[in-house]
């Protein structure tokens, strides 16, 4: 059964997962948007061709911090696992059927049947006040992620969407990836995690409102004016 997000998909892993997916693509976006700006190219083939830096960047910061990774075939593309769920990163093309055709190669295909592995020794955390947990319980019993390990489904696609241009990051969302029987793709509970802060600075703070302050009556001077005399 595919989870209906991914907060429920991560459980307690939830929100580093999201803290360090959101530092990971920030920098490839930053990193990517510099070459395309240095290389003065009109086109965004370049720009565009980051989604494999997101994939191996995702990765290497996940197993930095203890969690394992999978292979998917015939790509042999690397990504993490963090509670029992695949985290693929995917900078979304300008294609109104991309998330329907997201399962559209053979490898990221492959990604919905991996199966799930065999649960660590020690859970690693993104808590470092959380002491590391066995993977056997202190009364003896296997813990819940043993017990997972244990059913041979495959494990949920954790997907972070990146929405960007080579001039602006505009928005990172994740959703649980569910696999259609006619090979589609559909999100579950997609949310925005991170958008570009808004110019929060009001330009007419500094102006008085009119039902407030004393008027200012405008100064009005006489002046003399010649006229044409009798004569004219």
């Not at 509670?83 to 490898?107: H, K, M, Q």
């Not at 020794?121 to 997972?148: C, H, K, Q, R």
């Not at 696999?179 to 703070?205: F, Q, R, Y």
Request: include cysteine; proline fraction near 9%.
């Amino acid at each position: 059964m595919v989870p209906n997000s991914p907060t429920h998909a991560l459980g307690d892993q939830s929100d580093g997962v999201r803290a360090l997916m959101i530092d990971v693509v920030r920098d490839a976006h930053d990193r990517f948007a510099a070459a395309h700006q240095a290389s003065g190219t009109k086109y965004g083939m370049a720009f565009g061709s980051q989604w494999r830096d997101l994939l191996d960047d995702a990765c290497d910061a996940l197993s930095a911090r203890g969690f394992n990774s999978h292979k998917l075939p015939p790509g042999g593309h690397k990504v993490g696992i963090v509670n029992g769920c695949l985290i693929y990163v995917w900078r979304v093309p300008e294609d109104s059927n991309a998330i329907a055709n997201f399962a559209s190669s053979p490898t990221r295909q492959n990604g919905f049947f991996a199966p799930t592995p065999p649960a660590m020794l020690w859970e690693p955390t993104f808590d470092e006040t959380i002491p590391l947990e066995s993977s056997v319980d202190a009364d003896g019993t296997e813990s819940t992620a043993t017990l997972m390990a244990a059913v041979d489904d495959p494990m949920p696609v954790v997907l972070i969407l990146v929405r960007s241009v080579p001039w602006q990051l505009q928005k990172i969302e994740w959703a649980v990836a569910g696999l259609n029987a006619d090979g589609t793709v559909e999100l579950h509970g997609l949310e925005a995690i991170w958008e570009p802060e808004l110019d929060a600075g009001d330009p007419t703070s500094d102006v008085e409102a009119f039902d407030s302050g004393a008027p200012t009556e405008p100064v009005v001077e006489l002046q003399n004016q010649d006229r044409p005399g009798p004569d004219a």
